[in-house]
């Protein structure tokens, strides 16, 4: 288990990189998705089986731009996890990428109040943990701020410059639950976080890779 205090350099997320067996075909993906700014792919044959315990989520503005975010994932190879649907917080779906990357899309609107847009509000990725304190913890201790926090249960760190994409932490079971998808998998995550804080691997496995500033 690593430890909650380092004297590495403060880390702040700089980059999303998805580990896939095919960069090419992925990329054409990611652009079709639109969420192509927001990560970036490079091939791995590292086995993976199930859940790779973690999803990209999107906030945006309303349900008709959660259904043409749908649409567009589906109409690039994309398999619907959960449809699109209304619920007690919003209105959201899931998607699984042709690479095997869980997207979520969600609004926290129930109602349209101006038509569909390809607007995004907020990219979060989201690890599911299996001690969300002790993990958050060890963040803390490498230099990242908590910007919202929920107990054991849910921990949001405050976004750096170097990434439009935030870091967020939840169960792992509860993560999977919400996704519609079983917990159990084996093998790579097919995730590497980019670091401003040099290399390490977080207490659930997580690779962070040091990156140029």
Do not use: N
């Amino acid at each position: 288990m690593a430890t909650t205090t380092s004297s590495a350099a403060p880390t702040t997320l700089a980059s999303v990189t998805l580990e896939v067996a095919d960069p090419e075909a992925a990329r054409r993906f990611y652009s079709a998705f639109g969420v192509d700014r927001y990560i970036t792919v490079r091939a791995s044959e590292a086995a993976s089986d199930g859940f790779r315990g973690f999803t990209l989520a999107l906030t945006v503005s309303g349900p008709a731009t959660v259904d043409g975010f749908v649409a567009s994932a589906v109409g690039a190879g994309a398999t619907v996890l959960k449809p699109a649907t209304k619920s007690l917080w919003g209105y959201g779906g899931v998607v699984q990428a042709p690479d095997g990357t869980i997207w979520k899309i969600a609004t926290s609107a129930k109602k349209d109040t101006g038509p569909a847009t390809r607007a995004i509000d907020e990219v979060v990725l989201l690890l599911g943990v299996e001690d969300v304190k002790a993990t958050k913890q060890f963040y803390v201790g490498r230099g990242l701020t908590v910007a919202r926090s929920f107990g054991g249960k849910y921990a949001e760190f405050a976004s750096g410059e170097a990434c439009p994409v935030k870091l967020a932490l939840y169960k792992h079971r509860a993560l999977a639950k919400d996704l519609g998808v079983p917990a159990d998998g084996t093998g790579s995550h097919r995730i590497v976080i980019g670091s401003t804080g040099g290399t390490f691997t977080d207490p659930d496995g997580f690779l962070w890779e040091a990156v140029q500033p």
